[in-house]
C-alpha cells in the first residue's frame, strides 16, 4: 500500500494529519488512500509514456471507468443512473446515513488525487468527458437523453468532449459563428462551422457542442448533443506545448443534421447551460483544486531533489536563499488551501451568483500560483528542470502545461473582471 501522506513538509494539505479538520469524516479519509494507492500504482508509472504516445491506452481507460471513477467525476451525483455502478472506495452514492454518503469533498478529493499524478493530459485524457459532459447532461437533458447519452459516458461505453471555442472566438462565447438551422422538414438542425482545441476530440463518440440558433449575442446559441460519427465531420490533431494525452482537436462541421430531439435543454438558452455552475463553475473550481495540486507536486520533487542534489560540497537545501523558496511557495499554497476548503464547503450552500465569482477567484489565484511555483522548482532542479527524463520530470511537465489552467475555463483578464463585476452588482453597490 502507498504512503498515505508524504513526509515532506507542504507537500500534503494539512488535514491529513489533523483529525480534527471538520471538513473530512472517515470516508473521505478512505477514499484518499484508496485514490492513493491506485494513482501511485496504476497511473504514476505509466504517465510519462502515455503522454509521449500522446493517449491513454484504452484498457486502463476501461479500468478507470470500472472502478466507478468517470461516475463520480459528476458532481452533484446523477444518482438516477447510477445502477449497478460502485463508486471508488465503495462509498455510498445516497443514502440515509450522511457520514457515509459521497458529497463534495468526496469530489474535492478526487480531482485532487488524481492530479497528483502530476501530468494534466493523463487527468483529462482519461476522463473519457465525464467532468465536462456528465453535469451539463445530467442538469438539462431529459429523461431520454440520460439514458442515451448520460449512463453510457457514466460507464465509459461513450466518450465525450467540449466543442465551444472557434477559431475566431474564445472568451466572448456569446460571439460564436457556428451555425445551427432547423432542415426544411423541422427534423434536424444543419450544423456548419469550426471548433477548435476540443479536448478527448481524437477519441470521443459524442460532443456538446455550441451553435447559434437565433439572433446575435449569448441569447442566440443553443447546445447540442452530437454524434461525432455523423457525416459531414473532420476531426485534425492539434499540436500543443503540453497536455498531448489529452487528445486536442480542431472539428471542421460541414452540414451536419443534429436530430431536433438532441437539443439539450431550451433552443437560444444555451449561453445558460455553457456558464451554469453544472459547466464552467464547477470546472473553475475543478481548475483550481488541480492546480493547487500540481504546486504541491513541484514543491515535493523540487525539495527532495534539493535535499539530494550537491553544490560546492553541500547539499542545496543547506543554502539559506533555496531554503527560502520553499517557505514562499507554502504561503503561496496554503492560503488558497484554506480557501479551496471554504469554497467547497459553501459550493453546496451558496447561491450560484454567489458562487460562480468566488469559484473564478479561486481558479485565477491558484494557477497564478501555480506559474510562479513552476519557475521556482525548475530553478531549483537546474538543468533537470528543462528534461523531459529524470528527477524534474513532472517539474518539466508542468512547466509545460501551467499556461492551459490559466487561459482555458474562461481566461484570467476575463474572470478578474467578472468576479469584480459580478461581486460588486451582489453588493448592490
Ligand atoms: C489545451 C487547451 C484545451 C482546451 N480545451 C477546450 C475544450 O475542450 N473545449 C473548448 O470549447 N475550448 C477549449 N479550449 C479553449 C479555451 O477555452 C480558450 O482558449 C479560452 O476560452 C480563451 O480563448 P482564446 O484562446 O480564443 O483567447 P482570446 O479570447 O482570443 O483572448 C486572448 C487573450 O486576451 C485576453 N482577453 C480577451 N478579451 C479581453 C478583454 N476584453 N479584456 C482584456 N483581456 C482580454 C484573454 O484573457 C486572453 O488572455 C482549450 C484551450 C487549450 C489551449
Given at each position: 500500500m502507498a504512503e498515505i501522506t508524504s513526509s515532506i513538509p507542504f507537500a500534503d494539505p494539512s488535514w491529513h494529519q489533523d483529525k480534527?479538520?471538520?471538513?473530512?469524516?472517515d470516508s473521505h479519509r478512505a477514499l484518499q488512500k484508496f485514490i492513493r494507492n491506485y494513482v501511485d500504482t496504476q497511473i504514476a508509472p505509466n504517465v510519462a509514456q502515455w503522454e509521449q504516445q500522446g493517449f491513454v491506452p484504452e484498457e486502463n481507460f476501461k479500468k478507470h471507468a470500472s472502478l466507478g471513477f468517470l461516475a463520480a467525476a459528476?458532481?452533484?451525483?446523477p444518482i438516477d443512473q447510477l445502477a449497478g455502478i460502485k463508486l471508488p472506495a465503495g462509498?455510498?452514492?445516497?443514502?440515509?446515513?450522511v457520514e457515509t454518503e459521497w458529497d463534495e469533498f468526496h469530489d474535492s478529493i478526487l480531482i485532487d488525487e488524481m492530479a497528483r499524478c502530476g501530468y494534466l493530459g493523463t487527468v483529462w485524457g482519461i476522463n473519457g468527458g465525464a467532468t465536462v459532459g456528465g453535469a451539463p447532461l445530467s442538469v438539462y437533458g431529459n429523461q431520454l437523453q440520460k439514458q442515451k447519452y448520460l449512463a453510457p459516458l457514466l460507464r465509459g461505453t461513450q466518450r465525450h468532449c467540449l466543442m465551444i471555442t472557434e477559431p475566431d472566438i474564445g472568451s466572448d462565447?456569446?460571439?460564436?459563428?457556428?451555425t445551427a438551422d432547423k432542415s426544411k422538414d423541422g427534423k434536424h438542425y444543419v450544423l456548419n462551422g469550426q471548433k477548435k482545441w476540443?479536448?478527448?476530440?481524437?477519441?470521443?463518440?459524442h460532443a456538446l457542442c455550441a451553435a447559434r440558433?437565433?439572433?446575435?449575442?449569448?441569447?442566440?446559441v443553443s447546445v447540442f448533443i452530437v454524434?461525432?460519427?455523423?457525416?459531414?465531420i473532420a476531426r485534425t490533431k492539434m499540436e500543443n506545448?503540453?497536455?498531448?494525452?489529452?487528445g486536442s482537436t480542431f472539428v471542421d462541421l460541414d452540414e451536419v443534421l443534429v436530430p431536433v430531439?438532441?437539443?439539450?435543454?431550451?433552443?437560444?438558452?444555451g449561453f445558460e447551460i455553457i456558464m451554469s455552475t453544472s459547466a464552467f463553475t464547477h470546472e473553475r473550481l475543478w481548475v483550481g483544486i488541480t492546480a493547487l495540486r500540481l504546486c504541491r507536486v513541484a514543491l515535493e520533487d523540487s525539495y527532495k531533489h534539493a535535499l539530494k542534489r550537491e553544490t560546492f560540497g553541500k547539499?542545496?537545501?543547506?543554502n539559506q536563499v533555496i531554503r527560502q523558496k520553499f517557505s514562499k511557495m507554502a504561503g503561496l499554497i496554503e492560503p488558497t488551501q484554506f480557501f479551496m476548503e471554504s469554497l467547497v464547503h459553501r459550493s453546496v450552500r451558496t447561491s450560484p451568483l454567489e458562487f460562480s465569482p468566488l469559484a473564478a477567484l479561486l481558479k485565477v489565484q491558484a494557477a497564478h500560483n501555480l506559474e510562479k511555483i513552476s519557475r521556482e522548482t525548475q530553478q531549483v532542479f537546474g538543468g533537470l528542470g528543462y528534461s523531459?527524463?529524470?528527477?524534474g520530470a513532472r517539474v518539466e511537465q508542468i512547466s509545460r502545461d501551467v499556461r492551459v489552467l490559466v487561459v482555458s475555463g474562461g481566461s484570467e483578464e476575463i474572470l478578474q473582471d467578472m468576479i469584480t463585476k459580478s461581486l460588486k452588482k451582489l453588493a448592490k453597490l
Open positions: 480534527t479538520n471538520p471538513y473530512y469524516k459528476v458532481f452533484p451525483l462509498i455510498n452514492a445516497s443514502g440515509t446515513d462565447v456569446g460571439g460564436m459563428t457556428t476540443v479536448t478527448q476530440g481524437q477519441w470521443a463518440t440558433t437565433g439572433g446575435p449575442g449569448p441569447k442566440g454524434d461525432l460519427s455523423t457525416k459531414g506545448s503540453g497536455v498531448k494525452s489529452s430531439e438532441n437539443l439539450l435543454g431550451v433552443e437560444n438558452k547539499p542545496l537545501f543547506e523531459r527524463t529524470g528527477a
